[in-house]
C-alpha cells in the first residue's frame, strides 16, 4: 500500500464512528505496516486520521462499487 492509495477498512473503529467497509486514503506511510489514513465525508469534511496497521486496511477490487451511509447523529 502507497501514499494517495485509496484503502478499504477492515475492521469496526467505534471510537471514530468508522465502520468495516469504510473507504479512506493513505496519506503517509510510516512503514510497511504502518499507515496514517484519512477518512472523510462525502463533501470533503475530515473524519478521522488515524494510524492503521496493515491488517486494518485491505485494497480496494476492481469489481467493488463505492457505498453512502450517514454518520451517527448525521
Not at 485494497?59 to 447523529?73: F, K, P, Q, W
Request: glycine residues 10%; contains cysteine.
Amino acid at each position: 500500500m502507497n501514499e494517495l492509495e485509496s484503502v478499504v477498512l477492515t475492521r469496526d473503529l467505534p471510537d471514530h464512528e468508522l465502520e468495516t467497509g469504510d473507504v479512506g486514503v493513505i496519506v503517509h506511510c510510516h512503514s510497511e505496516s504502518a499507515f496514517e489514513v484519512e477518512f472523510i465525508t462525502g463533501a470533503g469534511g475530515t473524519v478521522a486520521v488515524i494510524t492503521l496497521r496493515s491488517e486494518d486496511l485491505r485494497t480496494i477490487n476492481v469489481r467493488e462499487i463505492l457505498h453512502v451511509r450517514s454518520l451517527a447523529g448525521g
